[in-house]
């Protein structure tokens, strides 16, 4: 066991949450297709301390579908015209995919910064339990509106 000072307690932490399962890990994977995909969080995301976590799609779903200039309702419907499509031929033979970015404000709000294509996608699928890259902050908000897994 490593000694814990005050310059790594921060770092220590999140791996002993992260091992315990409290803090989610910056890479896990869906299955698509019968096919199982990792699925990894940017690297700026990363670097910024966002933590990929499990949301419940379809209480995410509720909330996201308030945001009406952003919303990917079935099949892409009010998405960017072929991004959606685009994503599903992609995911076919993709060796990893990036887990999308979310922002939850304090009144249950979303707001995409990358990827809403890729949740609806994987939301019409049939995944229920999809991760996201967050930072603490959303992650806490999630917890607070029953978004989380």
């Known amino acids: ?12 932490d999140k791996k ?5 399962h409290i803090l989610h890990p910056n890479e896990t994977k869906v299955i ?3 096919r199982e995909i ?7 995301e990363k ?7 499990h949301i419940n799609a379809k209480t995410f779903d509720k909330a996201f579908e308030k945001n009406d200039w952003q919303y990917v309702g079935k099949e892409g419907k009010g998405g ?8 599903a031929d992609f995911v076919k033979d993709a060796p990893s995919i990036y887990a999308s970015n979310v922002a939850i404000n304090k009144n249950g709000g979303v707001t995409f910064g990358d990827g809403r ?16 890259s967050m930072d603490q902050e959303s992650i806490e908000y999630a917890k607070k509106h029953g978004y989380l897994s």
């Open 80 to 87: 960017i015209e072929g991004r959606y499509e685009r994503f």
């Open 16 to 20: 002993e949450l992260r091992k315990r």
């Open 117 to 132: 294509h890729r949740y609806a996608y994987l939301r019409d699928q049939g995944i229920s339990k999809i991760p996201m």
């Open 32 to 34: 698509v297709n019968k």
């Open 38 to 44: 990792p699925v990894k969080m940017h690297p700026i």
């Open 1 to 12: 066991m490593p000694t814990v000072t005050s310059e790594n307690k921060a770092e220590f």
């Open 47 to 53: 670097k910024e301390g966002n933590e990929i976590a």
